[in-house]
């Protein structure tokens, strides 16, 4: 079964003799700590030092950062979409955060009105939302963030900007300042999920307090061996995201080319798409039944999202063959109407 239900890259960045070698050179008998600032430096660099390493933390994986947050943010409730990434609500209510929502329309947006009255309602300490946004893959823009991030400074709070997806889209314009904070990862278009490599960007003011509850090592030496390597080599690693992001523009041209006719197709600036309506269910049976997984909303906790469907990327081979089964759905379904 291939697995397009997971938002994982379907593709490994190093060849095994690149992996080898850093894996033989790799000092994981020492402490990592000189590793650390060196990785957060090339880091820097590769985005074009608008950031600096004191103004970085890591953490294993970006759901390690979620649950930091969820522990040093001021106390208050923690406000985030309906539906948004997941582990928000799990990590908030492991520390016993009290988490609040701002509900998405039937349509599955937000509506800036809706989102800046519910944060006078609630009086948040910290707003998290993933940007692009996931399940929709939408992007909000550089207006809509900043009037939340507005919104939150005048209540002395925080906004954290959730970029998991960024590279799949266009990074955001916006000035940091001490009450916005911006999240990655490495395991989307990077492709280090197994690895857990987050990063968290502010100004070095909020980090330092981010960083109060950082462990003194806070990812391993491999983990950070292969990142260094990934944006020490900047062409290689840029040539890798514009395949990942070749993928993702292929994945959305077959729903859109042969499934559009047939159900919603929500624009997307992520590595997955997202369906919906009556028959988005039945094309999503489908192509379970030949070979390919996609992302079903089951759980009772997701009713929000029952009936949708969403598909992540594959290799190109198999984008191929998903391609054929897709097509091949959508003319069976054209004669059988």
């Known amino acids: ?177 001490d009450h916005i904070l911006i999240m990655r990862t490495l395991s989307k278009a990077y492709a280090m999920a197994g690895l857990r490599l987050g990063v968290l960007i502010g100004t070095e003011q909020t980090i330092q307090r981010v960083r109060q509850i950082e462990h003194p090592y806070p990812l391993s030496a491999l983990t950070m061996a292969i990142g260094i390597h990934l944006f020490e080599n900047q062409a290689d690693t840029e040539a890798f995201v514009a395949h990942q992001r070749h993928l993702s523009a292929r994945l959305k041209a077959i729903l859109q080319d042969h499934a559009s006719a047939h159900m919603t197709i929500y624009p997307s600036e992520t590595n997955f798409v997202l369906t919906a309506g009556p028959k988005a269910m039945a094309l999503g049976r489908y192509v379970e039944q030949h070979g390919f997984l996609p992302r079903f909303y089951n759980d009772p906790s997701e009713a929000t999202m029952a009936g949708f469907v969403r598909y992540s990327i594959a290799t190109e081979a198999q984008l191929d063959r998903f391609e054929q089964v897709v097509k091949e759905w959508s003319e069976r379904h054209d004669i059988s109407n």
């Open 1 to 177: 079964m291939i697995r397009m239900n997971k938002n994982e890259s379907p593709i490994k960045p190093l060849s095994t003799e690149i992996l080898t070698e850093l894996i033989e050179q790799c000092d994981y008998h020492h402490y990592p700590d000189v590793a650390y600032d060196r990785f957060r430096k090339a880091y820097a660099q590769y985005y074009g030092d608008t950031f600096t390493l004191e103004q970085i933390t890591c953490g294993n994986g970006s759901d390690e950062l979620i649950q930091k947050l969820m522990l040093i943010m001021p106390d208050g409730p923690c406000l985030t979409l309906n539906p948004d990434f997941f582990m928000y609500q799990d990590y908030a209510r492991q520390v016993n955060r009290d988490i609040q929502f701002v509900d998405a329309t039937p349509e599955l947006s937000f509506p800036l009105e809706t989102v800046l009255d519910k944060i006078q309602a609630i009086q948040p300490s910290f707003f998290i939302l993933s940007n692009p946004h996931n399940p929709t893959g939408h992007r909000f823009d550089e207006k809509y963030l900043l009037a939340i991030a507005n919104e939150m400074k005048r209540l002395g709070g925080y906004l954290v900007i959730d970029e998991a997806y960024i590279d799949f889209s266009t990074p955001l314009d916006i000035a940091l300042e």
